[in-house]
């Protein structure tokens, strides 16, 4: 069972950054897939961002030139940097990973809020 855990979510003014972390409870080479996706109220999940083992990146356009994704083997985490928030990345955001077995696995979620 793998847990993975987020955060660094919280509320910053518009044109702001935040790093979003997630921990995972296994190590990094377990994962074909790891990424951010985000739900706003009344919006279906949508996924932001995305890396895979060999560490290609993949952007949504909302994310592409703001966003970037990133992880850290030594410390089995994933990151979110996020920069020239936007009203409407206001989100709870998720972390996914996607192991080489095929399991699929969520982080509870961690707010981000950015008021204009």
């Known amino acids: 069972q793998v847990q993975l855990v987020e955060s660094g979510g919280g509320v910053v003014q518009a044109g702001g950054s935040l790093r979003l972390s997630c921990a995972a409870s296994?190590?990094?080479?377990?994962?074909?897939?790891m990424g951010w996706y985000r739900q706003a109220p009344g919006k279906q999940r949508e996924l932001v961002a995305s890396?895979?083992?060999?560490?290609?990146?993949n952007y949504a356009d909302s994310a592409e030139g703001r966003f970037t994704v990133s992880t850290d083997s030594a410390k089995n985490t994933l990151y979110l940097q996020m920069n020239s928030l936007k009203p409407e990345d206001t989100a709870v955001y998720y972390c996914?990973?996607?192991?080489?077995?095929?399991?699929?696995?969520w982080g509870r979620g961690t707010q981000v809020t950015v008021s204009s």
């Open positions: 890396i895979t083992s060999s560490s290609t990146p």
């Open positions: 296994s190590r990094m080479f377990s994962f074909n897939f």
């Open positions: 996914n990973a996607v192991t080489r077995s095929a399991g699929v696995y």
